[in-house]
């Protein structure tokens, strides 16, 4: 569907979703008028500048990070892979936007880099009992720029950072069956690798989360990645954000494959 279509039938979608009545659809729709419209940010315009204050620092950061970790050669500074890899403000709101929603957030996050989506993350669930954020990430630099950040953050009760390359540590993980209720998917974007780790979260049949995989339209294998991960059965709601795809699994209702369409950025 073209982002032009998508715009014009927003509204429709919005009450479709509302006729729903589904707490998690409730959370992601709320969350997404907020960030869309720059409404009711008062109470986090703090937050939000203390996030972007880091990613501010990191580009001016001439650190080399190297990634022997994957075989590579190469060395890249720390202000450039800030610009290419981490979310973007308004994606990283939003995400804040929807955990901060929720009563007690158990994150995990495939994909740490530098910890600017894991500082919004943090920020979120800092001051909520029996919340935690479990992330994930390859290159031991890149971790342990985002441990002394977390730490500036909040305590180190309330974080894990998982180094490891995914193949190693992720198979651990999911021995652990824990119950993430929010998943964000930004690893990886290989089809096969993201389809793994889909597979793998759901087959621990307790799960009753939101799962965000970022960067769906990236190649024509992630559209195919999502076009796969939308349709599996489990699935009882999904939203195509174009960047983001979210599917809702949530045993408790009897309504599967509900798609929805919606546009926030690029
Ligand atoms: C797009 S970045 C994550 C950005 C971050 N979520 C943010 O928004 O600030 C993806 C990260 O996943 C890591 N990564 C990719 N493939 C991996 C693998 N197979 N094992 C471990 N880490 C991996 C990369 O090193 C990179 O730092």
Not at 204 to 213: D, S
């Amino acid at each position: 569907m073209s982002i032009f279509c998508i715009r014009l039938n927003q509204k429709r979608e919005l009450n479709k979703i509302k006729e729903e009545k589904n707490p998690y659809l409730n959370i992601i729709v709320k969350s997404f008028l907020e960030v869309k419209l720059n409404k009711k940010l008062n109470d986090h315009l703090e937050v939000f500048k203390l996030c972007e204050r880091y990613r501010k620092n990191l580009l001016k950061d001439d650190r080399i990070i190297t990634y022997e970790i994957f075989g590579l050669s190469k060395k890249i500074k720390v202000k450039e892979i800030c610009k290419k890899a981490t979310s973007s403000p308004i994606w990283a709101q939003f995400l804040y936007l929807i955990i901060d929603k929720l009563s007690t957030p158990f994150v995990l996050e495939i994909g740490t880099n530098l910890g600017v989506s894991g500082t919004y993350i943090l920020s979120a669930i800092k001051n909520k009992k029996n919340s935690f954020f479990i992330t994930m990430e390859g290159v031991p630099a890149l971790c342990k720029i985002a441990q002394s950040q977390f730490s500036s953050i909040a305590s180190k009760k309330k974080f894990q950072i998982i180094q490891g390359l995914y193949n190693n540590t992720f198979p651990k993980l999911i021995a652990q069956n824990l119950n993430f209720n929010i998943l964000f998917i930004d690893g990886n974007h290989r089809k096969n690798d993201t389809l793994y780790y889909f597979n793998s979260l759901i087959s621990n049949k307790e799960l009753q989360c939101i799962m965000i995989f970022d960067d769906i339209n990236w190649s024509a294998e992630m559209q195919e990645c999502w076009s796969i991960i939308r349709k599996n059965p489990i699935v009882s709601y999904s939203i195509n954000y174009y960047k983001w795809g979210i599917i809702i699994i949530d045993q408790s209702t009897s309504k599967f494959h509900q798609h929805f369409y919606f546009h926030l950025d690029y």
